[in-house]
């Protein structure tokens, strides 16, 4: 289960505070897709942050399989983030200077983990054999994003955390990737969350969390 218990955040602006989420509760179940879905600044990436482990809550629980983020030290943090969390943003972010195949394996090489058959059968799996040995900037954005997807499960990890993966991409090329991360979720047993503006995908979600200025609307539970 992942879980937000009365999850508190603020971000400094200027000199005042600007509440990007306040008190939001909602769960997720192992193995689900769930939507987060909802106007720009509502709070999506502040939650999917937090729930990846990038950043800290101010109160409130972040319990991702049975353990509480916001408890963890900063070593248990480096570590789940390594570890048991994919994550993809949508910008890509992939490195320019590195190839499809040393991107993907990227993971690997930063938790001193070495396991290139896998790197090599996930490229298969999204597509990109015949592009391995490219750079990104020779790659489509649905090729990139691809790519990006591959890195995310280069851990195996149990949590794929997704930042509009599909904003910067075509509807065919968005709905390609979305396939695929939900391919590969449920080949893996993983539980996928995601943020998106766009309905169709949102409405492929197994739960949908719909957010409103910071704060859950009533009935994301319930889906
Ligand atoms: N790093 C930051 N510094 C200051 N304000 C931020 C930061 N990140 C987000 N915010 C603010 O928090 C609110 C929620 O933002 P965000 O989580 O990015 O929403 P969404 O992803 O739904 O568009 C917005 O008001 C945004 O301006
Ligand atoms: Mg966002």
């Not at 750079?135 to 489509?140: I, N, Q």
Request: glycine fraction near 8%.
């Amino acid at each position: 289960m992942i879980e937000l218990r009365s999850v508190c955040k603020s971000y400094p602006r200027g000199e005042t505070t600007v509440a990007a989420l306040e008190d939001v509760s909602l769960s997720v179940r192992p193995g689900e897709m769930a939507a987060l879905v909802g106007p720009s600044g509502c709070g999506k990436s502040t939650c999917l942050n937090l729930i990846a482990g990038a950043d800290r809550p101010e109160s409130g629980k972040i319990v991702v399989f049975e353990r509480d983020l916001a408890a963890m030290n900063e070593h248990e943090i480096v570590q789940y983030r390594r570890r048991e969390v994919g994550v993809v943003f949508q910008a890509f972010h992939l490195m320019p200077h590195l190839t499809v195949r040393e991107n993907v394996a990227l993971p690997q090489a930063i938790a001193g983990e070495r396991d290139l058959a896998w790197v090599d059968s996930l490229i298969e799996s999204v597509g990109l054999t015949h592009r391995a040995g490219h750079y990104p900037s020779e790659l489509s954005g649905g090729e990139q994003q691809r790519t990006a997807v591959a890195r995310a499960l280069a851990m195996r990890p149990r949590l794929i955390v997704a930042d509009e993966p599909t904003g910067n991409l075509d509807s065919r090329s968005g709905a390609a990737v979305l396939d695929l991360l939900n391919d590969l979720r449920r080949e893996a047993g993983a539980t996928l969350i995601l943020a998106t503006h766009d309905p169709a995908i949102a409405g492929r979600a197994d739960r949908l969390i719909a957010m409103k200025d910071g704060r859950v609307q009533d009935g994301a539970h319930d889906r």
